[in-house]
């Protein structure tokens, strides 16, 4: 498995402009964004042993979410020559937020020493008193929802059990750049949120990146829902200036 130039990287990103340009809100620049992907590659030589069609159809999914993987919202994570999507604990509170559906979403994480009681049967809810080291062993994450309209909060607590199990079923847990072992206190609230997901109204983006998420912990390719069905050319002609000037021509 070999590495490929980043000038294909910004080849492939290039001949998909237009439908990054179509699949990002209004208020997301199309020539920058193209140009932070670009950076993704360049930061990462990992992501150079991936195809640059998976990597473009993945900057493609980043996009139909709004979200900007520079951003720490949601990765691209190189899987042998697959670039693979994992939403980030931001991200998946950004998308729900996006939705209109709901009003406020947070999660947070128990560590040892914190004083934490659940209650059940009728009166379900719980209190959490952050008393323990603020580095402490993470017991418990959880994540909490108020949806429009309604003042009853919908939560989600997961147990350290819990959440071994859900990191367990990511093919990319244990990569020693991935999110799990860079950012592993974010990572357990995202999977507390991820949980909370199923207990909520959902909207098209919300499904969109449950479906990306899960294809992600996979091993297996993003594909945005809108993507024209052909492929993604792989101009290893271009110049850089050619490149250049592509994207320069999204802002059009």
Known sequence: MGMHDIVVFEGAIAARQRDIKSLLPANMDPAKYCRMAVGLVERNDKLRECSPRSFALAVMACAELGLEPSLGQVYVIPYKETATLQIGYQGMIQI??????????WADVVREGDIFE?????????THQKTGDKDGKITHAYACAVLR???ERSFVVLDREDIEKRK???????????????W???MCKKTAVRALYKMLPKSTAMMAAGRFDDEG???????????????????????????ADAFEGVEE
């Open 96 to 105: 729900a937020m996006n939705s209109g559906l709901v009003l406020s979403i």
């Open 149 to 151: 309209g309604t003042t």
């Open 217 to 243: 912990a996979m091993g297996k390719q993003a594909q945005p829902m809108t993507a024209p069905a052909q492929s993604v050319a792989v101009p290893w002609e271009k110049t850089e200036e050619a490149v």
């Open 168 to 182: 367990a079923v990511s093919k990319t847990a244990g990569f020693k750049d991935g999110p799990w072992t860079a």
């Open 184 to 186: 592993p206190v974010e």
């Open 118 to 126: 659940e209650t059940h049967g009728t009166h379900r809810g719980f």
